[in-house]
Nanobody, 123 residues
Framework: QVQLVESGGGLVQPGGSLRLSCTAS????????MGWYRQAPGKQRELVAT???????NYADSVKGRCTISRDNAKNTVYLNMNGLNAEDTAVYYC?????????????????WGQGTQVTVSS
């Protein structure tokens, strides 16, 4: 099994910053893309940012210039640095990882989600 554990969420004032972390553990051969998604109350889950195993990144337009995604492949960890936070950033943030695992004798690509970490931007 594979587990993704997020940390770093919390309450922050408008204009503030947060750093989210997500570490993958368990039985797998390697990790391909990792990413962050978020879901605000009453809304669908949406992409925030993704990063490939080689470091190529992709951002939602709403966070470009304010967020930076990075990863430490040796630690199986992905980070999201968020600056200039505003109320629209309030959501549960979920980590996602595309993992290569041996299943039934075959190397398969499987997606996993973390449990989510709450980010609340409020004065």
């Amino acid at each position: 099994q594979v587990q993704l554990v997020e940390s770093g969420g919390g309450l922050v004032q408008p204009g503030g910053s947060l750093r989210l972390s997500c570490t993958a553990s368990g039985s797998f051969r390697s990790i391909n893309d990792m990413g962050w998604y978020r879901q605000a109350p009453g809304k669908q889950r949406e992409l925030v940012a993704t990063i490939t195993s080689y470091g190529s990144t992709n951002y939602a337009d709403s966070v470009k210039g304010r967020c930076t995604i990075s990863r430490d492949n040796a630690k199986n960890t992905v980070y999201l640095n968020m600056n200039g936070l505003n109320a629209e950033d309030t959501a549960v943030y979920y980590c996602n990882a595309d993992v290569n695992r041996w299943l039934g004798g075959l190397l398969r690509n499987v997606g996993y989600w973390g449990q989510g970490t709450q980010v609340t931007v409020s004065s």
